[in-house]
């Protein structure tokens, strides 16, 4: 268990978390740090299995704790198929088969992969009460250590509470092997927790919110130490890939010291989940979640700027103050890391922003623009200066095979 003491209202956080390795090669750990159990379920997907589960698959039968190994579809999308898939292959039946008897349930799933992997098995192990890890593919989102697990339920995108890692395991040579973009949504997840850390303040002081200052402080470092390491993750560069890595899980931490996304996600995050929201709703498969959240991060930074040169609200302006250097420093990095848009079309940038007010039950600067009767105005405004600072080029124009 990691546990923090703290100044708020709570006095102390916990997790159950029981081991967070960041190493290199840090598969060969996997034995010994899953040495108390005996019945191990891993599942993996096509690509994930080649870039460590073959390994993690030896290694557990080696050490006599795999149960039985489920490899997945590529892309094994978060929703109720791989979930259902990963529940019905969870039990391992008995070779005679009994009447009396119950399927064989493991003592533990270990999800090999990063987002959409960890989600699935997060969700399957809260359902069946058995404790799940990871190993980690990729430095691609926070939700490592975290508690929540946004997932596809027909046409929606739901946040559900779910189990918690008790162990995380991140290989670094194998995240610098990651593809490109999977190291470029990992940013784009990050950079927008200077959004949300403002949200959650405006949201303290309107409505009274519950707020803890060191966890936001946290977050914050970890965001700056992601910002700092981004433009050196493309050269692969070992110490960039660590500090990604650590920031990312140190983000993911904060969200279950806290007991909910609030530190982490903002604005940034509902526009940008509206928009995989819209992909799913057209059947087609939802852009990474980071790059999304990356173009939501850009758009909610603008609606703050605009904000702030307009509102005679001397407390929001003071509040949002606070984080215009770290707003330069994000249009700064973009001009250099150029993370691509899936959203360019004015109609559907629009609709993110005003359908993303109502994503989940959260205020934000969205509803704020929205009381004021101002978020249509805000939304058709912030189009132009989005596209003229941030936007040089589309996911499909700078990765067309992916």
């Known amino acids: 268990m990691i546990e923090m003491d703290c100044t708020c209202v709570q006095h102390h956080h916990s997790i159950p978390t029981e081991v967070i390795e960041i190493s290199d090669h840090a598969i060969e750990k996997v034995g010994e740090i899953l040495k108390d159990y005996r019945r191990i379920f891993m599942v993996a997907d096509e690509n994930t299995y080649q870039a460590a589960g073959r390994r993690v698959e030896e290694i557990l039968k080696e050490n006599g704790l795999l149960s039985h190994t489920l490899v997945l579809p590529f892309p094994a999308l978060p929703n109720a198929e791989s979930i259902g898939k990963v529940l019905m292959e969870a039990g391992r039946d008995r070779e005679v088969y009994d009447i009396n008897a119950w399927s064989l349930n493991p003592d533990y799933i270990l999800a090999v992969g990063s ?59 194998v995240n610098a092997r990651a593809p490109y973009p999977l190291l470029l949504s990992g940013v784009g997840d990050m950079i927008g927790k200077y959004v949300a850390i403002l ?34 993750l493309h050269e692969r560069d070992a110490a960039a890939i660590r ?20 530190p982490a996600s903002g604005t940034e995050h509902m526009i ?22 990356g173009e939501g991060t850009f758009t909610a930074i603008e609606l703050f700027r605009r904000l702030y040169r307009e509102t005679d609200d001397a407390h929001m302006k003071s509040l949002i103050e ?42 934000t600067v969205l509803q704020y623009l929205y009381d004021l009767g101002k978020l249509e105005e805000y939304a058709d405004a912030v189009y132009e200066p989005v596209m003229r600072d941030y936007c040089f080029s589309t996911f499909r124009e700078q990765f067309p095979d992916w």
């Open 115 to 173: 987002g959409s992997l960890n989600d699935t098995c997060r969700m399957v192990s809260y359902r069946l009460g058995i404790p799940y890890g990871v190993v980690g593919t990729a430095p691609s989102m926070d939700g490592y250590a975290s508690v929540v697990a946004p997932l596809l339920n027909g046409r929606k995108k739901i946040v559900y509470n779910c189990s918690i890692a008790r162990h995380i395991i991140i290989d670094l040579s």
């Open 322 to 363: 606070k984080y215009l250097p770290a707003f330069d420093r994000i249009r700064e990095l973009q001009q250099s890391l150029r993370i691509p848009f899936t959203v360019t079309d004015p109609g559907r940038f629009r609709d993110g922003i005003l359908r993303g007010r109502t994503f989940r039950d959260r205020y």
């Open 199 to 232: 949200d959650w303040e405006i949201s303290r002081d309107r409505n009274g919110e519950y707020y803890c200052g060191q966890i936001a402080d946290m977050v914050l470092k970890a965001t700056d130490q992601c910002v700092n390491a981004a433009t050196r």
């Open 243 to 262: 500090a990604a890595s650590e920031g990312l899980i140190l983000s993911g931490e904060c969200i279950a010291f806290c007991g909910s996304s609030r």
């Open 272 to 293: 940008g989940q509206t928009w995989e929201v819209m992909d799913v709703e057209e059947g087609k498969v939802p852009n990474l979640h980071g790059i999304e959240v």
